[in-house]
């Protein structure tokens, strides 16, 4: 069946330091991937997707890379700051399955001044 | 755009007794998820709906959770009995064909 595979947090990480939060995905053909985020006490927001291969999605200084050869969406971040401490999600759809979202279990990131 | 809108935010019950959770998606999207986040298991699908219509309810736990969506513009998720194991967030989330999905903030409920 289709599944992902996160990281395991949580990760703390001093502001301006490099973030990579791992994912890697199982899945039959070719699903689209997303990472979401979520702040505390609110729901899932969309942060990035990427629709087929060697796609890149980006916002908001992020950026992951479909890579097909080895089933990976790793999440990057050059620089992180104090306001991006929340929970990252790695999520795939597959548009024949009513595009239903399938998680990982969800990276916690603290970012400390 | 209010987006996706749930009641209650917060929910505390007695086990036993029965509880609805509501949501109301955004006008014209044409899907209608119910998640539910626990620290153990992480977000779980537990149904989705198009066009009003259940699809997928291979994630209901069990027999004590459903969910109806009578119209367009509003779904809820009912457990009955309820169990302190219920104890989770339920989100309700929705989206155009092809679009991106928007989820609401969430019920956190509480069963004691």
């Known amino acids: 069946g289709n599944s992902v595979t996160q990281m395991e947090g949580p990760v703390t990480l001093s502001e301006e330091a490099f973030l990579t939060i791992n994912c890697t995905y199982t899945?039959?053909?070719?699903?689209?991937l997303f990472w979401y985020v979520q702040y505390p006490g609110e729901g899932l927001q969309l942060l990035l997707k990427?629709?087929?291969?060697?796609d890149k999605g980006s916002n908001k200084g992020f950026e992951a890379t479909y890579r097909k050869e080895t089933t990976s969406f790793h999440l990057e971040k050059g620089s992180v700051q104090v306001s991006d401490s929340a929970v990252y999600f790695c999520?795939?759809?597959?548009?024949?399955?009513?595009?239903?979202?399938?998680f990982g279990q969800g990276t916690e990131l603290s970012v400390k001044p | 755009d209010a987006g996706v809108i749930q009641s209650p935010r917060h929910e505390v019950t007695e086990m036993g007794q029965e509880v609805t959770l509501r949501c109301k998606p955004i006008?014209?999207?044409?899907?209608l998820f119910w998640y539910r986040q626990t620290m153990m298991r992480g977000l779980e699908l537990l149904i989705y709906?198009?066009?009003?219509?259940?699809?997928?309810d291979s994630g209901m736990p069990e027999d004590r959770f459903s969910a109806k969506m009578p119209n367009a513009s509003f779904s809820t998720l009912k457990i009955q009995p309820s169990e302190p194991r219920d104890s989770a967030v339920y989100f309700c989330?929705?989206?155009?064909?092809?679009?991106?999905?928007?989820f609401g903030s969430g019920t956190r409920l509480t069963v004691v």
């Open positions: 989330a929705s989206r155009k064909k092809a679009g991106g999905y928007t």
């Open positions: 899945a039959t053909g070719y699903p689209s």
């Open positions: 990427a629709t087929k291969a060697d």
């Open positions: 999520a795939l759809s597959r548009d024949n399955q009513g595009g239903k979202l399938i």
């Open positions: 006008s014209g999207h044409d899907y």
């Open positions: 709906f198009n066009n009003n219509v259940p699809i997928d």
